[in-house]
């Protein structure tokens, strides 16, 4: 058989070992890993002296999601993927969002018409359900389990989004019945609502207010009420963008109790902290703002801790694409707004792979394998898209990213997004993808996109294997 590329000599890193070996690919899929592969192909590439890891998954992002005008998100599927392919991401699963009063069938067929024909990545969806209603609980959400979509987010925070327990506790039940996964966003609206009221009424409005508004009470108490409603009904979950010490608590106390209880955390949760959000009344903190908030170096150290010792299942980056200039984002309300109008959100698709492998892997923080875990394994096997994705094994689509261990600065007119910042503007670190692969094609070589809108293809996920 000739094959269509061999990698030949590549640090082949997957989540269980790390080994030398050529990788030898055929339409688009892995179909040997061998010392030495004896045979040929139409191209070669030689991964000497470079680690070879798994295309990331991402797991959490959001593109083009529909956001009460003015607001309205920088990154369609064509720029968000296109930054997602030069950062070493080769699948991504965004939100389809259910608004209130709509259909999820409806959203789910809005997102496909969003994404159709613009992607440079693989990707899936996961559903954000915001009205469970009877039929949505008995007939859609069952039917769409059945069709691909296996996971879906609930809020617990958030006017527009949140649930009630109650309703949290029927989706949770219709997932039992499913087998699908439930990601839950912990935060206490009420206590956000109250905090942010008297904030108000003291005119402490600026950016760096936010972070006072959603102190880490908040995320614990919404996390320990998550936990309960899912040991309630015996049904696992996943908790989405863990930030620090109070949640990881409370995950630690699930675990020690038996419950499946998922974890995550985001980059901004490593690499940020409140004081990012300003120190004075400025509005540049703006560009800092998500929820929940980063918190302090203390609170990253036990991030870091958590991603080492296993507490946490996956990395994702949380992209939530807002522009810092101009009428549709972080201003849309003006230099001088409060912060509960200030969108939510901050970019990350590109710089959360290189940001792990630098800050993790090469400064001994985690294992090279606990980084394809993190950041691949387990996201593909948490959202039903392993053994295709996110590992390095014959039949495994080759999505492999080759990793160039040389100092990088992070700018963003060096990114790919359609953001007019990155928090981590000038940020130094000591490696960067030579190049990455989405089903044996090259997308990204290290100086430039190498693929086009519709490369990428949609995936039907199946049930969580984790
Ligand atoms: N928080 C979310 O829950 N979603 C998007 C962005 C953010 O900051
Ligand atoms: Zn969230
Ligand atoms: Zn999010």
């Given amino acids: ?237 996943l908790i989405v963008h863990v930030s620090g010490r109070e949640a990881v608590e409370q995950i630690r106390w699930a675990r020690a109790h038996g419950l499946k209880v998922f974890a995550e955390t985001c980059p901004q949760y490593l690499f940020l902290t409140a004081e990012d959000l300003g120190i004075d009344d400025s509005f540049e903190g703006a560009k800092c703002i998500c929820s929940p908030p980063p918190r302090d170096a203390s609170n990253q150290e036990v991030i870091w801790n958590g991603l080492a010792d296993g507490l946490f299942t996956v990395f994702s980056s949380d992209h939530a694409p807002f522009k810092f200039e101009g009428p549709d984002g972080k201003q849309a309300f003006g230099t001088d707004a409060a912060f509960r109008h200030i969108p939510n959100g901050i970019p990350g698709l590109e710089t959360r792979m290189p940001l792990l492998y630098s800050e993790g892997v090469l400064k001994g923080r985690i294992s090279l394998t606990k980084f394809v875990e993190l950041t691949a394994t387990n996201p593909a096997k948490t959202y039903g898209l392993h053994p295709r994705k996110g590992t390095i094994a014959p039949g495994a689509d080759a999505d492999l990213v080759i990793w160039d261990e040389t100092p990088y600065v992070i700018r963003n007119d060096q990114l790919h997004h359609a953001v007019d910042y990155t928090p981590y503007e000038g940020r130094e670190l000591l490696a960067w993808p030579a190049m990455t692969l989405l089903r044996g094609q090259v997308v990204w070589d290290g100086k430039q996109l190498c693929s086009t809108p519709g490369t990428g293809q949609f995936l039907k996920c199946d049930l969580p294997t984790i």
């Fill in 1 to 237: 058989m000739l094959l269509d590329l061999i990698i030949r000599n590549a640090k082949v890193a997957t989540a269980a070992d790390v080994f030398h070996a050529d990788i030898g690919i055929k339409d688009g899929l892995i179909v040997c890993i061998s010392s030495t592969i004896d045979q040929t192909a139409e191209r070669q590439i030689d991964a000497a002296g470079r680690v070879v890891t798994p295309g990331g998954v991402d797991a959490h992002c959001h593109l083009d999601q529909p956001m009460a005008p003015p607001v309205k998100m920088a990154d369609d599927f064509e720029t968000g993927t296109r930054s997602a392919a030069c950062g070493g991401t080769t699948t991504i699963i965004p939100f389809a969002a259910q608004a209130k009063g709509e259909s999820l069938q409806a959203a789910v067929d809005d997102y496909h018409r969003r994404s159709d024909g613009k992607a440079h990545v693989d990707y899936a969806f996961h559903l954000i359900v915001n009205d469970p209603s009877p039929n949505v609980l008995t007939n859609e959400l069952p039917a769409l389990i059945q069709s691909g979509y296996s996971s879906f987010k609930v809020y617990m925070t958030y006017d527009d989004m949140k649930l009630d327990d109650g309703q949290i506790l029927d989706v949770l039940a219709v997932a039992k019945q499913h087998n699908a996964m439930v990601m839950i966003h912990a935060e206490n609206a009420d206590c956000i609502e109250w905090l942010t009221k008297r904030l108000e009424s003291a005119s402490q409005t600026s950016a760096r207010f936010h972070t006072r508004s959603r102190p880490m009470l908040v995320e614990r108490e919404a996390t320990h009420r998550a936990i309960s409603l899912a040991e309630l009904v015996d049904q696992p979950i």
